[in-house]
């Protein structure tokens, strides 16, 4: 445990706490370091979660996969590009599609519709006032309705939030990504050391 605050362990949790960890352990057999991050605040992460929730359903998965995946890799958060990266495996994405995207996603065979929300997700964790009328004119273009935009938009400022809160916090990752198959490892963050 990485932490530099206090998290409930474990054999601790009680209420929603509680609920939360079983959750974790029912869906992915382990509490990951994302759900320890809330839980001196747990009605802060059901905000959270219900919030995460209501953006993904939103998009498509892949949609909303891609642009995180954007997100995090403009930032250089490893621990989200594996997370992330490991959604796309599962969901139909070879790891040399993976490796294409993590190495440069503007030439991965994406479609162009595709990678313009991707690289407009980046442009809203680089510099997010850097936005202008031509971005959306661009998107609006290549077919993304103002609620797609809206919600690649929320996309990319949750990843955003995400990522430096467990920074900030000093979360580490979770053993399930340090296990990721080794091409897929590779594939998304070469020889990086793990980052919130």
Sequence with gaps: MSFFIRTVPESEATGK????????????????????????????????????????KSMRLRNFELATI???MEMGCTY????????LRKNGFS???IESIARDYRHAGLEDKEVLMMEYAQKVVRDASST????FD??????????????ITLAAAARSFASKLFDALGAGPDPIYKALD???????IGNRPFTA
Aim: charged share 30%.
């Design 95 to 97: 790891t040399e599609q």
């Design 80 to 87: 989200c590009m594996l997370a992330h990266g490991a959604v």
């Design 182 to 188: 080794e091409e897929t490892h590779h594939a998304l």
């Design 138 to 151: 661009r998107m609006r273009a290549a077919g993304w309705t103002d609620e797609d935009i809206l919600s």
């Design 17 to 56: 706490v509680r609920e939360f960890y079983d959750e974790d352990i029912r869906d992915s057999n382990f509490v990951p370091d994302t759900t320890r991050a809330f839980s001196l605040l747990p009605e802060t992460f059901e905000g959270w979660k219900g919030l995460i929730r209501s953006i993904r």
């Design 132 to 135: 202008t009328r031509e971005d």
């Design 70 to 72: 954007a997100a995090a």
